[in-house]
């Protein structure tokens, strides 16, 4: 973690010299140098940006920001070891993990601490975490096994499975582009050293734990991963669900247009409400590969924005005959002598189906003879978008 950085950001925003910040002790309250909160924001900003990192809201707390100490302490836990981004999906093995003993090959049972696993597995189940399985088995036997077994779990938590003999980082890599998430946002639980060192080496942005159960700690480790999930979430299974069975519609349909038409799509792009500042922040937060500026938003600035005369905000909600997707995209525009677009954003779960296109012609016609500029911030994870603005007519802003 570089702190000459964090000094200069914290400097820039308070207005103060970094190295004079340096020299004055690491215990001084943040809010005496001035960051009070009309400027926190742009702070958190700022540090995202600069340290290519992204914040968890569970870490939005005052205390966390109550001075340089609790600062850097704060930050440090992103460049650590065991830090990884947030995460969204647990892929388990079956075998001697969900259950004690091999499925068609011996007796299999589950005790209590296979249990506790399982409600474990149930709680992030319930809280929005997806639950996959990858097992090195025949699909015949599992099934057996979750049909037999008095278990928490079944088939209804398990959002997508891979049962065969391939390796597991090849079936693991399948699930990433299924349910077209960044493999940094998986955890990867199993009690052979073999295949967790396989994944670790091979996949070194998923998270990986051992199952022991001789040391229950493992399931604390779960537990700790997935600790800035919450109920907000909860609908992400269902949604995710749902787009499952449009993609394995697709092969039905000669081409992707045809198949997008039969899915009677219902859009509606506006000005955003104040209902829905939550969803609009909670889209930005999660958004990265379609995020062209990279900024993120809370609910109360969102909420700031709408109050503010010189913003509007566009949002793009969608629906087909599989579902309510809800808010799906997000535009922030600052009306000044041009039409700055601060930023678009677009869940990655409607990409090829060209609802930005909605969105962004939303906006050109809104502010018709008016100069449009975007900002566009390069990313590893939005370079697939670099070009969006100026394939629509509108300039980069400098």
């Not at 926190?40 to 920001?65: G, T, Y």
């Amino acid at each position: 973690m570089n702190e000459n950085i964090i000094y200069d950001i914290l400097g820039h925003t308070v207005q103060r010299d970094p190295c004079d910040i340096k020299n004055l002790p690491t215990s001084m309250h943040l809010i005496d140098l001035g960051l009070n909160s009309l400027n926190f924001i742009r702070f958190i900003v700022e540090l995202e940006k600069a340290l290519n990192i992204e914040i968890l809201d569970s870490d939005l707390v005052l205390e966390n920001f109550k001075t340089i100490d609790t600062l850097m302490k704060m930050l440090n836990k992103y460049f650590s070891h065991n830090y990884c981004n947030i995460k969204k999906v647990i892929i388990s093995d079956c075998d001697n993990v969900l259950w004690h003993g091999i499925a068609g090959e011996e007796m299999i049972h589950i005790d209590t601490n296979t249990r506790k696993l399982q409600t474990e597995l149930i709680d992030l189940y319930n809280r929005g975490i997806l639950i996959c399985l990858c097992s090195k088995n025949k699909y015949a036997n599992i099934v057996e096994a979750f049909n037999t077994l008095d278990m928490p779990l079944n088939f209804s938590h398990v959002i997508s499975y891979k049962i065969n003999m391939l390796d597991k980082v090849c079936n693991i890599k399948q699930i990433s582009e299924e349910l077209n998430l960044d493999m940094a946002s998986f955890v990867f639980i199993d009690d052979s050293n073999y295949e967790l060192g396989c994944v670790k080496s091979m996949l070194p942005e998923i998270a990986t734990i051992k199952v022991d159960y001789k040391n229950l700690n493992f399931i604390e480790q779960i537990k700790e991963y997935f600790s800035s999930a919450s109920s907000a979430d909860k609908n992400r299974t269902k949604q995710y669900r749902e787009q499952k069975e449009r993609e394995k519609n697709k092969s039905r349909y000669e081409t992707i247009d045809d198949y997008n038409k039969s899915l009677d799509t219902s859009v509606v792009c506006d000005y955003a409400r104040e209902d829905q500042c939550n969803r609009i922040a909670e889209l930005s937060q999660r958004t990265n590969q379609f995020n062209l500026s990279g900024k993120r938003y809370c609910a109360e600035t969102i909420h700031n924005l709408l109050s503010n005369n010189e913003y509007n905000i566009f949002t793009l909600s969608a629906s087909d005959k599989y579902g309510d997707m809800g808010i799906i995209g997000a535009a922030i525009i600052k009306v000044s002598e041009n039409i700055v677009i601060e930023n678009f954003f677009l869940s990655c779960r409607v990409f090829g189906r060209d609802l930005e296109e909605i969105l962004i012609d939303k906006i050109k016609a809104t502010y018709e003879n008016r100069t449009i500029v975007g900002i566009y911030n390069y990313t590893e994870k939005n370079k697939h978008f670099s070009t969006f603005y100026s394939e629509h007519g509108v300039c980069e802003y400098e």
